[in-house]
């Protein structure tokens, strides 16, 4: 009989991939692919991250001002960004159904954990997204998202999410005679914004969580 785990109990993040690397294997399938995986537990959420997908953490922060009297301004501080992890250019580290074991993720991967509060955003996405947008447009994006919500507008962040990929596109259907041109990839999302605090599920989403 399977037992719900604690919810503060440690995530093995490695531990999924690995169940995931196994699954794929007995099912006989074929296939590389990086990995972006991420939990959240409390207010503090783990990040494992191998290949060139990337994720941002962004905390909005007021900026007082120079003289008394002046005006309070917003600004989104950078908490976390991930590194691309390349053999070479367009050749990113993957998990293959090929590899022998696991190694070519134990050996490589980025496993962090960052301590969130009410408001940070994260904003998880491929390649398409990240070689098309830099990090300074996706930071006044994420500001101008932020400010809009602040001021009582209706803004979600599904929207946000639909504005970086409207972005991204355009920039990556760019001619070449307007700048260095963009990059014609997959363009993939995940965006979340942290809340208020709920109630913790009783069991977890990952399999690891719980206890045979």
Do not use: W
């Not at 991967?109 to 940070?120: H, I, N, P, S, Y």
């Not at 500001?143 to 599904?158: C, I, K």
């Amino acid at each position: 009989m399977r037992q719900r785990a604690s919810a503060m109990q440690r995530p093995d993040l490695p531990g999924v991939a690995l169940e995931a690397f196994q699954a794929v294997r007995e099912k006989s399938l074929e296939g590389s692919c990086t990995l972006l995986l991420g939990q959240l537990q409390q207010d503090v959420v783990s990040l494992l991250n191998l290949g060139d997908c990337g994720i941002m953490a962004l905390r909005p922060c007021s900026i007082l001002p120079r003289f008394h009297g002046g005006t309070v301004t917003t600004s989104m501080r950078l908490l976390y960004r991930s590194s691309p992890m390349l053999h070479r250019a367009n050749m990113p580290l993957q998990l293959s159904s090929q590899d022998p074991d696991i190694s070519s993720l134990t050996e490589h991967f980025d496993l962090v954990t960052l301590k969130l509060r009410r408001g940070d955003v994260l904003i998880a996405g491929t390649d398409g997204l990240f070689d098309n947008i830099g990090d300074l447009e996706i930071k006044s994006l994420a500001l101008a998202h932020h400010e809009r919500r602040t001021a009582g507008g209706v803004n979600s962040t599904q929207e946000l999410a639909t504005v970086l990929l409207e972005r991204a596109a355009e920039v990556a259907r760019a001619p070449m005679e307007f700048g260095p041109g963009g990059k014609l990839d997959d363009i993939a999302v995940v965006l979340a914004e942290v809340q208020d605090a709920s109630p913790v599920s009783p069991a977890g989403l990952l399999s690891n969580l719980v206890d045979a």
